[in-house]
């Protein structure tokens, strides 16, 4: 198991030097704006612009740009400035890491909480009316956009512009921190708008793996053994059913921690999305590169971890 | 919600602006005739105290005044630094003594400055001391610090001796007598229009004992920028709290005597908010309490403003739009062509992209109302000329320029064109009826659309490129001038291989000596005389489709007593205070 984890730990790098490595090649073959212009001001002479070029370093090969960089992430974990605001790129991130943390922490939770005895219900009630009725909500919930939902959730239960204002509104997160209260209150919305989807489309997965598991020979040796029929659900039916979602789960974690960037938008939370939002939208590079590294690092881990979970969900599975 | 950078206009504000500075503009936008109601000007019994917060979509870019261009930055730099002069919140088009005791003497020659600052007006702590005229110089001077990057100093200061060659360093030119005179020498005439550019917040003193104990300016970027809650105050708040991009916090400068200084400073403190999703944060201030807007809002937000609650919005002047024909190029080189895709515009339509009426005034040249010189360049009416006459487009008149152009049948028969717009709205529809235009007068056009920002700097910007129209161009000047308005758009000298723009490329030698004789009166009447004269010898010259004289809307909650800074189309913050 050593050995399987630090050959994986050793592609996750090489992963993303690749990544980091993709993200420069697009940003300079795509027709995105120069930094230098925009950090010079409309009226700045090309003088000025081309001091500012080599400041930032932009006038040198695009591969010494990128040695440059990755030998400062690497050697001093240092992502450089922003162009936009000037503030540093890691300060920016780490600042922004908790909220993302616990926008992700929460609605998983609660898409699990929902999602999988959801899921189990409707396959062991198979077109029965509660069945319909769940298969029928989520399908409604996986097609409703992350935004619409989030403005209508708002309009409808947000305290300050809310026809019912039962939770606080957009732009009231507060750190944990800070305020473990309030927090928690600013959180509520913004989790059941993130996990409603993910909880819809958990329930039909679990649903449809649960369905083909429960109709295998070993279901049918274990019922024949005598075992209640609980234990023959959840000890073999959903553990056998459950590995694909777990695999989803580790992937779906990893892309929200790099950043839930609708739900962030609406509900105005200071995390990773909003950042690498707010980046693209003004061509700045070195908060691209160090969001889509981060997003890309939680991406990578959070597979690696799923492997490893794998091992202890499955007896089948043994890794070399 | 959207950031507009000074100079160029950004594309996709909902809404956007004219420029400056004038009454004619202000009543329009005061009495809501423009579609709202809110009293935004100074009024008699203001309350002191409480907490104002501000949302906007996008951050600030640059809250050091060295550095600060952007219209977002302004409304927090003007609040917390003194530049030697500023201007009250009503009157865009005359500047005020701020740090400065006195106007500028300009020299007859108008190649010398001379300003007094005022005694009394101390840096906030931990600097504690009194400002000196060695401060205002080396607040310039560091603005030629690569560290810094101010994008315009060059432009408005590099006419001083020794700024041509200025790092960083002293400056020879600029000259302290004694702790409350500073003297600017410069190389040429260029005095008067200097003068004007001391509004602007280079002007604003910085200590240099405190920048180089703390190594501030040594780093690139500047710390004095990156962290702007080191800078040394001199104006009523301080920036007690700063997370880039996240939020700002103003507090009360415990050094700021009022008794130097015009600003009542109602509020005691102000939170900003940034990165709030325009609709939501829109309707959070027309419901809430305490609350204004830092950016554009959002289209739906102005509709609903100005059709239901009037009392809350309100509409500002800033700025103009046009769409630029390249007159380096064919077909556009040819006068004929450029007056025949002016008559052919629908500027009625290209209004309605941008929300109709409210968005602004339908321009017929290219100062704005309020701007000195625009009446004499022919006021709201224009100077005459038959291409311009019908806002809905005329195609006789088109073809009759086109048969002059040599197109006998009275439509374009040349090679294909190119065109750039912005792919997000409101420009992009703007981009659209422009393609439409064009290809009713027979164009065939190779339209590229992308984002604003590349927009400019790898297309529209950049001369090499050989763009010959860019879809929807627009200017906000840095101060309120002809020279500020007309010289970087309009003038041959100033077309730079980047960073351009004079999207046009215009260079009509008459126009370029029209303007020399232009920047060289000192007296202001004469100045605004001449500078009309410009407009109407570029709008005669056909050297862009005027298409709009921008409004800029701003909302507030019921309890808040806005009063809007005019010369840059916000919330003045050292004015603005709760009911």
Redesign the interface.
């Given at each position: 198991m050593a050995r399987y984890i630090a050959r994986r730990v050793a592609w996750m790098v090489v992963l993303l030097l690749v990544v980091s490595a993709v993200t420069f090649l697009i940003f300079y073959s795509l027709?995105?704006?120069?930094p230098a212009?925009?950090?010079?001001?409309?009226?700045?002479?090309?003088?000025?612009?081309q001091?500012?070029r080599?400041?930032?370093g932009l006038d040198r090969p695009i591969y010494t740009q990128y040695w440059l960089y990755m030998k400062q992430v690497v050697l001093h974990f240092d992502f450089g400035?922003?162009y936009?605001?000037?503030?540093?790129v890691r300060?920016?991130i780490v600042?922004?890491l908790p909220a993302t943390l616990s926008l992700t922490a929460g609605a998983v939770v609660i898409w699990l909480a929902v999602g999988l005895p959801v899921g189990i219900l409707s396959a062991l009630r198979r077109r029965r009316l509660s069945d319909r009725l769940a298969m029928g909500a989520s399908l409604v919930a996986i097609s409703a956009p992350v935004y619409w939902l989030g403005?209508i959730s708002?309009?409808l239960f947000a305290s300050?512009?809310g026809r019912f204002p039962v939770f606080p509104?957009?732009?009231s997160y507060r750190p944990l921190t800070d305020d473990p209260g309030k927090w928690l209150g600013s959180l509520v919305l913004p989790w059941l708008v993130l996990a409603a989807s993910f909880a819809a489309f958990y329930a039909r997965l679990l649903r449809a793996n649960l369905l083909e598991t429960m109709g295998e020979d070993y279901i049918r040796t274990a019922r024949a053994k005598g075992l209640p029929e609980r234990q023959v659900v959840l000890n073999h039916g959903v553990r056998a059913a459950i590995t694909p979602v777990v695999t989803v789960l580790g992937l779906d974690i990893g892309i929200l921690l790099g950043g839930a960037i609708l739900t962030e938008?609406?509900f105005?939370i200071?995390g990773i999305g909003?950042?690498a939002y707010?980046a693209i939208q003004?061509?700045d590079l070195p908060v691209i590169q160090g969001t889509v590294l981060f997003g890309a690092f939680f991406i990578v881990f959070a597979n690696l971890v799923v492997d490893v979970v794998y091992a202890f969900l499955d007896p089948r599975v043994r890794y070399a | 919600m959207t950031t507009r950078?000074?100079?160029?206009v950004a594309s996709t504000a909902s809404v956007v602006a004219c420029a400056s500075i004038l009454a004619a503009c202000g009543s329009s936008s005061q009495n809501g005739s423009a579609g709202g109601n809110a009293e935004t000007k100074p009024v008699a019994g203001q309350k002191k105290g409480g907490a104002l917060k501000v949302?906007s979509a996008?951050?600030?870019?640059?809250l050091d005044p060295g550095s600060s261009?952007f219209q977002l930055d302004y409304e927090v730099v003007y609040a917390v630094h003194r530049p030697l002069y500023s201007f009250k919140p009503e009157d865009p088009a005359n500047p005020v003594p701020d740090l400065a005791a006195a106007a500028p003497q300009v020299s007859a020659d108008d190649k010398t400055v001379t300003v007094k600052i005022r005694s009394g007006v101390r840096y906030s702590p931990p600097v504690d001391r009194e400002v000196t005229s060695a401060d205002v110089k080396y607040a310039i001077e560091r603005g030629f610090n690569?560290?810094v990057?101010?994008?315009?100093a060059?432009?408005y200061f590099?006419a001083i001796e020794g700024a041509d060659k200025a790092k960083g360093g002293p400056i020879s030119g600029i000259q302290t007598p004694d702790d409350t005179t500073i003297v600017f020498k410069l190389t040429k005439p260029f005095a008067a229009t200097m003068a004007g550019a001391l509004t602007l917040p280079l002007s604003a003193p910085v200590p240099k004992d405190y920048i180089e104990s703390k190594k501030l300016d040594e780093k690139?970027?500047?710390g004095y920028?990156?962290d702007p809650t080191k800078q040394a105050f001199t104006g009523p708040y301080v920036i007690a709290k700063y997370?880039?991009?996240?939020?700002l916090s103003l507090a009360r400068n415990s050094n700021w005597d009022p008794k130097t200084d015009y600003r009542p400073a109602y509020l005691d403190a102000v939170t900003w908010?940034v990165?709030?999703?325009p609709?939501?944060?829109g309707?959070?201030i027309l419901?809430?309490t305490h609350q204004v807007n830092g950016d554009t809002p959002a289209a739906p937000i102005v509709k609903l403003g100005a059709t239901k609650r009037k009392d809350q919005i309100s509409f500002t002047p800033l700025g103009n739009r046009y769409v630029s024909l390249n007159t380096k190029l064919a077909p556009f080189d040819d006068v004929n062509v450029r007056k025949a895709a002016i008559a052919a515009t629908d500027r009625v339509a290209m209004q309605l992209t941008r929300g109709g009426p409210i968005a602004g005034q339908i321009a017929t040249h290219f100062l704005a109302p309020g701007a000195p010189g625009f009446e004499e360049a022919g006021g709201a009416k224009g100077p005459g000329a038959d291409f311009l006459a019908n806002p809905r487009g005329d195609m006789k008149v088109a073809a009759k320029y086109l048969k002059l152009a040599g197109h006998a049948s009275g439509k374009f028969s040349g090679p294909p064109i190119t065109m750039i717009g912005d792919n997000a709205d409101p420009a992009a529809k703007a981009a659209q009826v422009t393609l439409q235009n064009l290809k009713n007068l027979g164009f065939k056009v190779k339209f590229r659309s992308?984002?604003h920002?590349?927009v400019?700097?790898?297309y529209c910007?950049v001369p090499a490129q050989k763009v010959q129209v860019c879809a929807d161009v627009g200017w906000l000047p840095?101060f309120p001038d002809g020279y500020a308005w007309l010289y970087?758009t309009f003038n041959g000298a100033a077309i730079?291989?980047?960073?351009n723009?004079n999207w046009s490329q215009f260079n009509d030698p008459k126009v370029n000596a029209a303007m020399d004789r232009a920047q060289a009166e000192t007296q202001p009447a004469a100045r605004a005389k001449a500078w009309g004269e410009v407009d109407r010898m570029i709008t005669e010259q056909a050297a862009a489709i005027p298409f709009l004289w921008d409004n800029v809307p701003n909302i507030q909650s019921k309890d808040v007593q806005g009063v809007i800074a005019r010369w840059n189309a916000a919330y003045d913050l050292s004015f603005t205070s709760l009911k």
């Open positions: 027709p995105s704006a120069d212009t925009l950090r010079a001001g409309r009226t700045a002479s090309p003088q000025l612009v001091q500012i080599e400041h930032l400035f922003s936009q605001n000037s503030a540093p300060q920016q600042d922004r403005l708002l309009y300050d512009i509104g957009a732009g938008r609406v105005n200071p909003r950042l707010d003004h061509s | 950078l000074r100079g160029a949302q996008e951050g600030f870019a640059h261009y690569p560290n990057a101010n994008g315009y060059p432009s590099g690139s970027p500047s920028d990156s997370a880039a991009g996240k939020s908010t990165g709030a999703d609709n939501v944060a309707r959070q419901t809430g992308v984002s920002e590349t400019h700097t790898k910007d840095d970087p730079q291989p980047e960073n723009v």
